[in-house]
């Protein structure tokens, strides 16, 4: 399950449901999440979000995005709330699409792997069902040994709901967990969230991962 800068890009394997329209492509990009996918602990206020979509080539479409990443928020809580944030994003758009990033409060709100692999399920599920194109970006390491134990196995359930889907998936958590840049950088801070250095290491993963084939963007 390791993947790193060396290795391959994951393979993307489109929805059935999702198609992209004929005429100008005018994609709306909802990016739904936690404190992480917020940027909360970076100093230049950017996280990965921003770097990502800074650059991302649009070749010609036009691409809003929208950052609505809620700090504290746990799956349950991004379940319930895409629901109602999303569709006034998304009016008059002609692509919809969902960009997924939770789990790391669930450890800390009691919530068991199995609910939150739920939890995830059901947003990939009802994206499907109405014509949304999905995208997870998965939890990311701690300082704390005990603290990753349980973010590996979320972050394997993860990766397991969404190659079940073909959604693509990106893995955080193996890159990560033993990169001296990212563990210098929680180290700076409260252990947990990265500063500047950190979150750019986060966009080069969503980066290289099958991100410009999931937009359908490729030159």
Request: aromatic residues 8%; proline residues 6%.
């Amino acid at each position: 399950m390791t993947t790193g800068p060396d290795q391959a890009p994951m393979e993307f394997t489109p929805s059935a449901e999702f198609q992209v329209t004929d005429g100008p492509r005018d994609i709306g990009v909802c990016f739904v999440g936690d404190g992480f996918v917020a940027g909360y602990g970076d100093p230049k206020a950017l996280g990965w979000v921003s770097r990502v979509v800074g650059r991302t080539p649009t070749h010609g479409a036009d691409l809003t995005a929208y950052n609505l990443g809620v700090r504290g928020d746990s799956s349950a809580e991004v379940m319930n709330r895409w629901r109602t944030e999303c569709p006034p994003r998304w009016e008059d758009r002609t692509e919809r699409r969902l960009v997924i990033g939770v789990g790391a409060r669930d450890l800390d709100g009691g919530i068991s792997t199995a609910r939150s692999r739920l939890n995830l399920a059901n947003v990939l599920d009802e994206a499907a069902a109405t014509g949304i194109a999905t995208f997870v970006v998965g939890p990311t390491p701690t300082l704390d040994t005990d603290e990753n134990a349980r973010l590996q196995v979320l972050a394997e359930a993860q990766a397991d709901v969404c190659s079940r889907r073909g959604v693509p998936y990106v893995d955080c958590f193996f890159p990560l967990r033993d990169h001296e840049q990212w563990q210098s950088d929680l180290a700076a801070g409260d252990g947990v969230h990265p500063g500047q250095a950190g979150y750019g290491l986060i966009a080069w993963l969503v980066l290289h991962h099958g991100w410009q084939r999931w937009l359908q963007l490729d030159g």
